[in-house]
Each structure stands twice: as C-alpha cells, then as structure tokens.
C-alpha cells in the first residue's frame, strides 16, 4: 500500500517554476510533519523545506529560502512544493517524508525527478 506519492516533478527551464505534490493515506496525515527531500547524483539527500502538523509553522534549507514554498492540506492530505526561480542546482530526485514526532515513525515517498535545464 502506497503511503505518500510524489507528482509535478519534470524538465523545467533555470528561473521557471514547478509544484510538487505528495499524496498520503495510510495514516493519520494530521498528526505528521511533513518534508520535502532532495537528492542530487552523488550527493547525501538533503532536507529542503518542513511544515509543522498543522501547517501553522515552516522551516527552510538556506538553498530553498525564498524561492520554495511548502504547505499542507490536511482535509486532502495533500503536501506541495512550490518552486519558483529554480536553477541548475535544484536539480535532484525530491523525496515526500512523513515524520511522527513523538515516536519518530516515518515514511517516505518514491521520490519525482526534478531537471533544471535549458
């Protein structure tokens, strides 16, 4: 059973813009912060943005600050990314993550490819 699926990720030019989505079921969406991932060939994923459970409160990667967006739907467990003015190195598989803090139980997605190119 798919927990969390990521959609949105494709070849998009440096400076364009592209959402990412995740879709979760399985578990208590509500009760879970949520994160975006990424992972660059070769290099160790990396945490790019969180949103608290309530999506009251978001965090950011300093790459990410300014330029994404992460929020949350809670009546449609749904997590996005926004990303605007992408460049070059943003390219990268972004991985969906579920985390439950007070046990630390955690899932993940399959991750969607992101190419920043032109």
Known sequence: QDQLVESGGGLVQPGGSLRLSCAASGFTFRRYAMSWYRQAPGKERELVATVTETGSSSNYADSAKGRFTISRDNAKNMVFLQMNSVRPE?????????????????????????????
């Open 90 to 118: 943003d390219t990268a598989v972004y991985y969906c993550n579920a985390f439950l803090p007070f046990n630390g139980l955690e899932y993940w997605g399959q991750g969607t490819q992101v190419t920043v190119s032109s």
